[in-house]
């Protein structure tokens, strides 16, 4: 890991042992068949209610720009704000928010991204985060949507 943040994309098997990210990747490959992904419209949330707490829905307004939809409880909780309609620069500081830019855009793009690292927060630094982030699109050509789930544990002692 050179960043911030420990990436991976487009990988072939499970790509964690978290199982609210395991559980949204084998959703999401179910809910998009053959196309190369699904649509908003095909995340229903009732299929989330075990993990809702840790789903995020953000909006891909352009290339750079990213807006938080919404944001579950788990999320909301260690941020402490709401997040819903916040631009990602109003939630992670500056070199943090430039890599999760970068992996967005790669999702944006119609890669799958798991990332992994230290949390954000000076305050909370104790805590690791480990998170999916996948593509949905309305047209079928261009994604607008990102869905994901965050999950936070205490870092393991070096």
């Known amino acids: 890991m050179t ?26 490959q179910g809910q998009k068949g ?3 992904c699904p649509s908003k419209s095909d995340i229903r949330p009732k ?13 891909v307004l352009d290339e750079i720009n990213f807006r938080f939809r919404l944001a579950g ?16 620069e109003a ?16 999702a944006s793009d119609g890669a799958t991204v798991l990332g992994r690292g230290q949390v954000w927060i000076p305050a909370k630094d104790f805590l690791q985060w480990e998170g999916i982030v996948l593509p949905l699109s309305e047209s079928g050509n261009d994604v607008d949507t990102l869905v994901g789930v965050i999950e936070f544990r205490p870092r393991r002692a070096a």
């Open 34 to 36: 053959n196309k190369a």
């Open 73 to 88: 409880s788990r999320f909301c909780d260690l941020t402490e704000r709401r997040m819903a309609g916040d631009f990602i």
């Open 3 to 28: 960043g911030l943040i420990d990436l991976k994309t487009n990988w072939v098997s499970p790509p964690s042992a978290v199982s609210c990210i395991n559980n949204l990747y084998s959703y999401w």
């Open 47 to 59: 299929d989330l209610i075990p993990y809702l707490p840790h789903v995020f829905l953000v909006d």
């Open 91 to 106: 939630i992670f500081p500056d070199m943090f928010c430039a890599e999760v830019r970068k992996a967005w855009q790669q």
